[in-house]
T-cell receptor, first 112, second 114 residues
């Protein structure tokens, strides 16, 4: 079986409910943030990004909120579906570099 | 977006041996990255590989252990040398996209060292 997410924090959500996944980032110089979704047996897949000059960005069924004061990032998924079950990672990056620092990840389990 | 494939998708290897992982991209890309994802953990950058230059390794990773080749703009290899069980991980390659800060990942290679 897939070992990604085996020891990660788990968020269990009822199908149809909204999910909120949180992430604390470490580098005050980071000015670019991304949320990735990793399904079993696959590489991370880009979901949504946000730059530090914004505090909110919306996509399809997803919203990312950025609070630079407390260095906190969240991903909100509306009307969570079984296909949303995966491990979610936040990543931070800084202008002038192409390296990302990945957060620890959260496993989202959608309950039918 | 770029389509990235990796070979092998998984392997079980004996300690002390080496494994070379291949990463193929369907378009020419300047920067490629190799990550390690240990069981139950997040992704850690091993090195950045640009075509025509030596790979740049992150702290804690050395060329003797993880030699990288980047012969052209669509291909790279990562070798895990003299393997030990602690090298059991998923190894992922990724590439920069066209937009700033875009990065796409391959499906990963699951390595188990016994």
């Amino acid at each position: 079986g897939e070992s990604v997410g085996l020891h990660l924090p788990t968020l269990s959500v009822q199908e149809g409910d909204n999910s909120i996944i949180n992430c604390a980032y470490s580098n005050s110089a980071s000015d670019y943030f991304i949320w990735y979704k990793q399904e079993s047996g696959k590489g991370p897949q880009f979901i949504i990004d946000i730059r530090s000059n914004m505090d909110k960005r919306q996509g399809q069924r997803v919203t990312v909120l950025l609070n630079k004061t407390v260095k906190h990032l969240s991903l909100q998924i509306a009307a969570t579906q079984p296909g949303d079950s995966a491990v979610y990672f936040c990543a931070e990056g800084a202008s002038g570099t192409y390296k990302y620092i990945f957060g620890t990840g959260t496993r989202l389990k959608v309950l039918a | 977006s770029a389509v990235i494939s990796q070979k092998p998708s998984r392997d079980i290897c004996q300690r002390g041996t080496s494994l070379t992982i291949q990463c193929q991209v369907d378009s020419q890309v300047t920067m490629m990255f190799w990550y390690r994802q240990q069981p139950g953990q997040s992704l850690t950058l091993i090195a950045t590989a640009n075509q025509g230059s030596e790979a740049t390794y992150e702290s804690g990773f050395v060329i003797d252990k993880f030699p990288i080749s980047r012969p052209n703009l669509t291909f790279s290899t990562l070798t895990v040398s003299n393997m030990s069980p602690e090298d059991s991980s998923i190894y992922l390659c990724s590439v920069r996209g066209l937009a700033p800060y875009e990065q796409y990942f391959g499906p990963g290679t699951r390595l188990t060292v016994t």
